[in-house]
Antibody, heavy 118, light 109 residues
Framework: EVQVVESGGDWVQPGGSLRLSCAASGFNFGGYGMNWVRQAPGKGLEWVSY????????HYAESVEGRFTISRDDAKNTLYLQMDSLRAEDTAVYFC???????????WGQGTLVTVSS | EIVLTQFPGTLSLSPGERATLSCRAS???????LAWYQQKPGQAPRLLIYGASSRATGIPDRFSGSGSGTDFTLTISRLEPEDSAVYYCQRYGNSPPRTFGQGTKVEIK
């Protein structure tokens, strides 16, 4: 079964850091681009970041550029999101999602909650 | 940055009726770069349509997508109670950002 499972969400104070992980199984992880998407409580979806297979292409939303870093370890079938200088507005459920040939996000995890609050 | 505007904000229909959801882009986009998702409360989004009109694996044929340029449509031909959800369009492609619309909520009476 094709599956991605996020972990690492937690409560953190403004200015703090957190690293999210996304464990993939059931498919050739190294052959797919991967994304992070977030959803603030009661709000819509916001695309956050993308990393290509091979890690040679990386994109970020303007709202996180310079503060978040996406990476992957293909040997561990795991995607990461390092989040630094966190702000209250980063509070959201963070979803990991697989890229379908640069056309859509075809496999999503259940998400992990990040709460930034003092 | 391309902005996607979805309308209506909420659609309230009865089972068996036809639902028409719209997504308008602020600039023309390639139809290969338009996707639709369904999200039910407490769940992750699910891909319905990619490339504006291709159904994702396992999606019933009552869901269909169409459109080009700046105007795209998701049609649910015969609503069923389990179709109650929020529907999002997304502009995809290999240049960021991969923007989502704000969503249309479909309520089943």
């Amino acid at each position: 079964e094709v599956q991605v499972v996020e972990s690492g969400g937690d409560w953190v104070q403004p200015g703090g850091s957190l690293r999210l992980s996304c464990a993939a199984s059931g498919f050739n992880f190294g052959g797919y681009g991967m994304n992070w998407v977030r959803q603030a409580p009661g709000k819509g979806l916001e695309w956050v970041s993308y990393i290509s297979w091979g890690s040679n292409i990386i994109h970020y939303a303007e709202s996180v550029e310079g503060r978040f870093t996406i990476s992957r370890d293909d040997a561990k079938n795991t995607l990461y999101l390092q989040m630094d200088s966190l702000r209250a507005e980063d509070t959201a459920v963070y979803f990991c999602a697989r890229d379908l040939r640069d056309q859509a996000l075809d496999c999503w995890g259940q998400g992990t909650l990040v709460t930034v609050s003092s | 940055e391309i902005v996607l505007t979805q309308f209506p904000g909420t659609l309230s229909l009865s089972p068996g009726e036809r639902a028409t959801l719209s997504c308008r882009a602020s600039q023309s986009i390639s139809s290969t770069n338009l996707a639709w998702y369904q999200q039910k409360p407490g769940q992750a989004p699910r891909l319905l349509i990619y490339g504006a009109s291709s159904r994702a694996t396992g999606i019933p044929d009552r869901f269909s997508g169409s459109g080009s340029g700046t105007d795209f449509t998701l049609t649910i031909s015969r609503l069923e109670p389990e179709d109650s959800a929020v529907y999002y369009c997304q502009r995809y492609g290999n240049s960021p950002p991969r923007t989502f619309g704000q969503g249309t909520k479909v309520e089943i009476k």
